[in-house]
């Protein structure tokens, strides 16, 4: 992905940057191909789910169940 971009180097972060194979692993392939690598410190690499959690019980407690009036559309592009 980094040649086929141009992109200086990869990011991990986020809760599945907490997973010390993919860690290990990302880092093993970016030295090998001589790209730079920078890994977000663990205690930066916590999940949202409770915050996440939070929020909707919050919401669901001042408004009620939500009507969930939005269809999946599996077929949306990603790009432009």
Do not use: I, Y
């Not at 194979?21 to 880092?27: G, I, N, S, T, V």
Request: proline share 4%; hydrophobic share 50%.
């Amino acid at each position: 992905a980094v040649t086929a971009t141009g992109a200086e180097g990869v990011a991990l972060a986020g809760g599945v940057a907490a997973n010390s194979e993919l860690r290990e692993r990302l880092k093993s392939a970016c030295d090998a191909a001589g790209v730079a690598v920078s890994l977000a410190g663990r205690a930066f690499c916590t999940d949202n789910a409770a915050m996440v959690a939070l929020a909707g019980s919050v919401a669901f407690e001042q408004a009620g169940p939500h009507r969930f009036t939005l269809a999946p559309e599996p077929s949306l592009s990603l790009g432009d």
